[in-house]
């Protein structure tokens, strides 16, 4: 005889399922400077280097350690050129780090609604 699982336990599975997928998300996005350089870029398309380090308000080393991280994931794509006799790096957002950011949103969300909000309080 087969025991229906309540609803309790079927929620409780879900939700760790869930967790799972969250945890395992690519951890590109787990650091909060990486986080915010995702939201940034999603938001304004396009970000030069500085504009980045000013609204970020880090040392150039630090941003430029962030930013490799990122562009080895494939998630930003990177322009380099000059603007007059100055180098500019530009960044954008691939398709792939485009689909991964909603991805990684979603999965957060899942955790955020107000269902999941209730069932920890």
Do not use: C
């Not at 590109?28 to 870029?41: A, D, E, K, S």
């Not at 500085?50 to 080393?61: E, I, P, T, W």
């Not at 322009?79 to 909603?102: A, C, D, I, M, W």
Request: glycine share 4%.
């Amino acid at each position: 005889m087969i025991i229906p699982v309540n609803l309790a336990e079927n929620m409780l599975i879900e939700d760790l399922l869930n967790q799972t997928k969250l945890i395992k998300t690519n951890s590109v996005f787990w650091h909060p400077y990486r986080f915010t350089i995702f939201i940034l870029l999603n938001k304004y398309k396009r970000l030069s280097f500085a504009q980045l380090k000013k609204g970020l308000k880090v040392s150039d080393g630090n941003l430029a350690s962030h930013m490799r991280v990122i562009e080895k994931s494939g998630f930003i794509i990177t322009n380099k050129g000059f603007e007059g006799r100055y180098p500019k790096t530009v960044y954008t957002l691939s398709p792939t780090g485009k689909h991964q950011l909603k991805k990684f949103a979603y999965l957060l969300s899942l955790h955020l609604s107000d269902n999941a909000l209730e069932r920890t309080s």
